[in-house]
């Protein structure tokens, strides 16, 4: 680079470099905008995540390639590689472990975005708890957003390792699961159709369950006895550039309206203070 520069009879000094700099930004950004549009154009045809993780994938490879290109023209080919290659062990045996986390979350998410076990727009559960819905994925990390647009931040590798509960899979909405309580003398009957009615008439509630003939909405479970309740569910499906946290407000609102508008019990934890002094009075 610098016999280049001088060749043309620019002296080697600041303003040489930094229009050498320049130059090596304005590649980069060239190749990532490039990058970028093509990928765009594919995502229009076919979406898939696949294609999310491809072009970041590309877009750093061309940031490295870039480095390695004006390095090289610098201090030469030779030279990098011996500096690459003839450093102390000590510092090759830092690097190496340093960049083992980085090559398992590449691979990882090469994985991910070959196998698909979800896309973009997904609404997924970790075995860890983590859920959310799918907003991105990089080279490194998945991108979730949780309730209250809270962002997860997870690595490939982690996610890889885990079971994954896909929510939208092969679907074209996305879902969250609702739990309710109801007393112990409830009529299960009635519970489950009073449910199920208040999901139907929300105003983002979508059939999304085809029995082989239509589409309805997602039954009414009985899950489980509580301390004090009987535990009820419903998966509710909406559409997939709805926000959540909406959802949530409409769905949980519509169901409390509809049980007490009924006369059935939602139960709460209470405690019973019995004071010693009271107590020996009696």
């Keep these: 680079m610098a016999r280049f520069i001088n060749a043309l009879g620019f002296p080697w000094n600041i303003a040489a470099w930094a229009g050498v700099v320049a130059g090596l930004v304005f590649l980069i950004w060239l190749g990532r905008k490039i990058n970028r549009i093509a990928f765009k154009k594919l995502q229009a045809r076919r979406p898939g995540i696949h294609l999310a993780y ?29 500096t690459l290659l003839g450093g102390t062990a000590v510092v090759s045996a830092v690097l190496a472990f340093a960049a083992q986390d980085i090559i398992k979350d590449i691979l990882a998410g090469m994985m991910i975005s070959l196998n698909k076990p979800f896309e973009i727009g997904d609404r997924i559960a970790l075995d860890d708890g983590t859920s959310g819905k799918v907003e991105n994925i990089t080279p490194r990390h998945v991108v979730l957003i949780g309730v209250d647009t809270v962002r997860y931040v997870i690595p490939n590798s982690k996610i890889n390792a885990q079971r994954v509960t ?4 092969d679907h074209k909405l996305q879902s969250a699961e609702f739990f309710f309580s109801v007393g112990y003398d409830s009529d299960m009957d009635k519970v489950k159709k009073v449910i199920a009615d208040a999901v139907e008439h929300d105003e983002y509630a979508r059939p999304g369950v085809f029995d082989g003939e239509c589409w309805k909405y997602a039954p009414v479970y009985f899950r489980e006895f509580q301390n004090s309740a009987l535990k009820m569910s419903v998966l509710v ?42 107590r020996q009075k009696q």
């Design 237 to 278: 499906y909406y559409s997939r550039n709805q926000a959540t946290t909406p959802v949530i407000d409409s769905i949980n609102t519509g169901v409390r309206e509809a049980l007490i508008r009924n006369g059935i019990e939602i139960p709460y934890d209470y405690i019973n203070v019995v004071s010693m002094e009271n």
């Design 54 to 82: 491809f072009e970041k994938l590309i877009s750093l490879a061309i940031i490295i390639a870039v480095i390695i290109f004006a390095a090289s023209l610098i201090g030469g080919a030779q030279s990098i590689w011996r």
């Design 166 to 169: 896909n929510y939208s899979y």
